[in-house]
């Protein structure tokens, strides 16, 4: 890469060729503010103006995060010019847009208040009207409230590559735009999945993640026994929100911390992921020898599942009946737990902490309430636990490191952990499969062929005499890949992982945002690699865990033999198994009514 | 696109797949339909997207945003009452209004019968005839709200005609 000549406030610097002023900047220590840009061009579409410097060869000023550096070009940050457009640019936003900060979910996390506050943007400098209001919250799972949204376009583009086929636009023009579903018809009535991507990039409170806080307390205080479980992907990521470097584990300041909040018991998720496991790899040895569905495909990803709901409805006999660890954890808290503690199912109330907004969906589906009984009761992401535990007064970083409740449930194993990053569920699967088909462990415990953020995954194992072919992916663009070949008759695996969040639940859509201006001591590279560090800190849990298999897991094999029977047995049918329904991409509104009356409209009167 | 029928699933592959070479084909598509159509539903916008690859998310947006192309049905007679500056300054938004108070509908909407609809439009460059009105391209010369009642007659009587 050749390296070019700039200056900047007067200061010469040498940076790489073709780069935006932006990412030069940057490099060579500035904070420029931005808004509607991010990571580095992912969807800068120049369109904020909050970006605005000076620089010389250019007419007038220029939007630094989409204009190119080139030899010998001098750039003014802070020039009074450069500062008083960014101001404006920031109170044009800012006479657009709800006032409420105090109430906004992303008190504290906001970009537009972190801006506002780098520019000095004044009170009302331009009043006027403001463009009407859509304020959703049909969905379990997000809100959307136009009143923040500031057009930058960011959900757009991540949906649309989380999503595969998007959902989100922007509708009408001028003074009317908005950023939405088509028609600006609820999420909930849209082919969304739910996932939480669009949340994770947005700036402002315009998209945020519906808490469920109220119904917490709210069991608490009417005397529940109220129990917490959390993902894995959880302890990777929770401690950023408390200023700790991004891939430090926190595992035993959470459980710490639950403890504290009064929560009666605080187990780990991965107990269910290892009963996933037990139920998954038997499904799926089952399907080989009696001739089954094949490929079968890992059913732990509601956003997956809807997604695939919605566009492949006739592959759903592929996807293993299995829910989701979480799910199957609340299930059998409700039954066995119940039954050997001698509690009433209904005066329990499981509180799950996920990576994942689309769990709060999943809870709400009706294969998941049982006789009025939900499996889960309520859905908090990662960030909310964090904005509970700052509520409550913990002073996280203090606090000593605890243990989850070891009764019942509270082993757990190094293959469980995984199942927080993209490939981790096939890796614990294959760890277990090998050991049933070949009556040994694989040596070594680990299959890292499946590991890593590469768009599609495979290997070719060798176990029983058979060759088994895996693929992972992640994101429903490539999902999308393998689904096709399925449909086309060409698929030639056994056994698909799908996960919905691009990079696996370490990258869900409930986890801390990552933004360069919230994170000053954190590399510039911290964008592209914040998955591999959250990654690597389940994968070191992994390597420190006694036990790494989930058919090793003694609480499991005593679940078994105490109530469940064996695996995919009848009983575990019942609690641990779910179905899944075909349905429209749109659900209401202008174009689902009345099926019979559309054709007829389509082939219209003047035809 | 599951609510398409056959005959005009086809159709619109068809328009879709006469615009393959070119490089940014959505536009031209999508006037191709609203003209023999009369409309693009999400449904159709759904069918584009199928046989383009380009995002539903995407075609709304540009079927919203330009005001020539429309997502509810539009009557037989599409009436365009200009409220340019010139029409306006001429008495155009009474005549605007004569017209919605008789055929009980307001601009944008169509009649239940399917016969009329009315568009508020900006300027038509008929100034020299303002206020203007366009009836499915014939241009009403400085219409006059008494005068309204005998034009919606007029097309009433023609009815569903051709
Ligand atoms: S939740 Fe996911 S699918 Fe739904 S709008 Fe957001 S990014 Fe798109
Ligand atoms: S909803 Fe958020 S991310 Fe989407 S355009 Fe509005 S401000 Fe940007
Ligand atoms: S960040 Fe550069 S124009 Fe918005």
């Not at chain 1, 969906?361 to 964090?386: H, N, W, Y």
């Not at chain 2, 879709?16 to 999508?30: F, N, R, V």
Request: glycine content about 8%; some cysteine.
């Amino acid at each position: 890469m050749s390296k070019v000549n700039i200056k900047i406030e007067g200061v010469p610097y040498q940076v790489e060729e073709g780069i935006t002023i932006l990412q030069a900047a940057r490099q060579c220590g500035y904070e420029i503010p931005t808004l509607c840009s991010f990571h580095d061009g992912e969807c800068s579409r120049g369109s904020c103006r909050v970006c605005l410097v000076e620089a010389t060869g250019a007419r007038g000023l220029v939007a630094s995060c989409v204009y190119p550096v080139s030899e010998g070009m001098e750039v003014k940050i802070s020039s009074p010019k450069a500062l008083e457009a960014r101001r404006y640019s920031v109170e044009v936003i800012l006479s657009n847009h709800a006032s409420n900060c105090q109430a906004c979910d992303k008190n504290g996390r906001c970009e537009l208040l972190h801006v506002a506050k780098l520019v000095g943007a004044r009170e009302d400098m331009f009043k006027g009207e403001k463009t009407e209001t859509t304020y959703d919250e049909l969905s379990p799972s997000i809100i959307r409230d136009t009143s923040k949204c500031i057009l930058c376009g960011r959900c757009i583009v991540r949906c649309e590559q989380a999503h595969g086929k998007g959902v989100l636009g922007f509708i009408n023009r001028g003074f009317d735009t908005i950023v939405g579903p088509v028609n600006n018809i609820s999420l909930a009535e849209s082919p969304c999945l739910m996932c939480g991507q669009c949340v994770s990039v947005c700036p402002t409170g315009a998209l945020m993640s519906k808490p469920e806080y109220d119904a917490i307390y709210h069991a608490m205080a009417s005397g529940k026994h109220v129990i917490v479980q959390t993902a894995p992907a959880v302890r990777a990521a929770l401690g950023e929100e408390f200023g700790l470097p991004i891939g430090t584990p926190v595992t035993g300041k959470m459980v710490a911390a639950l403890k504290r909040l009064g929560f009666e018991k605080v187990y780990d998720t991965d107990f269910g992921a290892d009963l996933t496991i037990m139920e998954e790899a038997t499904e799926l040895l089952n399907r080989v020898k009696n001739g089954g569905v094949l490929p079968m495909i890992t059913s732990c990803s509601p956003g997956w599942i809807n997604y695939g709901e919605t566009y492949y409805a006739d592959l759903l006999p592929h996807i293993s009946s299995c829910k989701s660890p979480h799910m199957m954890q609340g299930a059998i808290l409700k039954s066995y737990y119940a039954q050997q503690k001698g509690i009433d199912p209904k005066d329990i109330f499981v509180v799950s902490i996920m990576p994942c907004t689309a769990k709060k969906f999943e809870k709400e589906r009706p294969q998941m309430i049982k006789d009025g009984i939900k499996d889960v009761d309520a859905v908090v992401t990662t960030r909310e636990l964090s904005d509970m535990i700052k509520r409550a007064g913990i002073l996280f970083n203090k606090l000593p490191d605890e243990e989850y409740d070891q009764d019942i449930m509270g082993e757990y194993t190094g293959a469980a952990v995984i199942f927080g990053v993209t490939g981790g569920v096939m890796e614990a699967a294959l760890r277990t499969a090998y050991y049933v088909l070949e009556g040994k462990e694989h040596d070594p415990i680990e299959f890292k062929e499946v590991r890593g953020f590469e768009a599609i995954k495979e290997a070719s194992l060798e176990m029983g005499g058979m060759t088994v072919n895996v693929a992972v992916t992640s994101g429903m663009k490539n999902a999308k890949v393998l689904l096709d070949q399925i449909k086309d008759g060409t698929s030639k695996y056994h056994f698909i992982e799908i996960m919905c969040c691009p990079g696996g639940c370490v990258n869900g859509g409930g986890q801390p945002y990552i933004r360069h201006c919230f994170l000053p001591n954190e590399n510039l590279d911290i964008i592209d690699n914040y998955r591999q560090k959250r990654a690597d800190a389940l994968y070191s849990e992994d390597e420190r865990q006694a036990v790494r298999q989930s058919h090793n897991n003694e609480q499991i094999k005593e679940l078994y033999d105490k109530f469940l029977g064996e695996p995919n047995s009848h009983l575990a049918h019942e609690l641990l198994h779910t179905t899944y329904q075909g349905r429209d991409t749109f659900r209401v509104g202008s174009v689902t009514q009345k099926e019979s009356e559309i054709p007829s409209r389509v082939r219209g009167h003047r035809a | 696109m599951a609510h398409l029928n056959d005959a005009a699933a086809a159709r619109i592959k068809e328009i879709c797949d006469s615009y393959a070479h070119e490089k940014t084909p959505l536009i031209m598509i999508l006037s191709d339909i609203q003209n023999e159509f009369g409309y693009i539903p999400v449904d159709v916008q759904e069918a584009v997207s199928d046989y383009t690859g380009i995002s539903v998310p995407e075609i709304h947006g540009v079927v919203t945003f330009y005001s020539l192309f429309s997502q509810e049905p539009k009557g037989k007679y599409v009436i365009g009452c200009c409220l340019g500056t010139a029409c306006y300054v001429k008495g155009a938004q009474k005549v605007i209004d004569q017209f919605c108070e008789i055929l009980g509908i307001q601009p944008g909407e169509t009649t239940e019968d399917g016969l009329f609809s009315i568009d508020a439009l900006r300027c038509l460059g008929a100034c020299a005839a303002a206020p203007a009105v366009t009836i499915n391209g014939k241009i009403y010369s400085r219409v006059k709200v008494n005068e309204v009642a005998g034009i919606i007659a007029e097309y009433r009587q023609k009815g569903g005609e051709a």
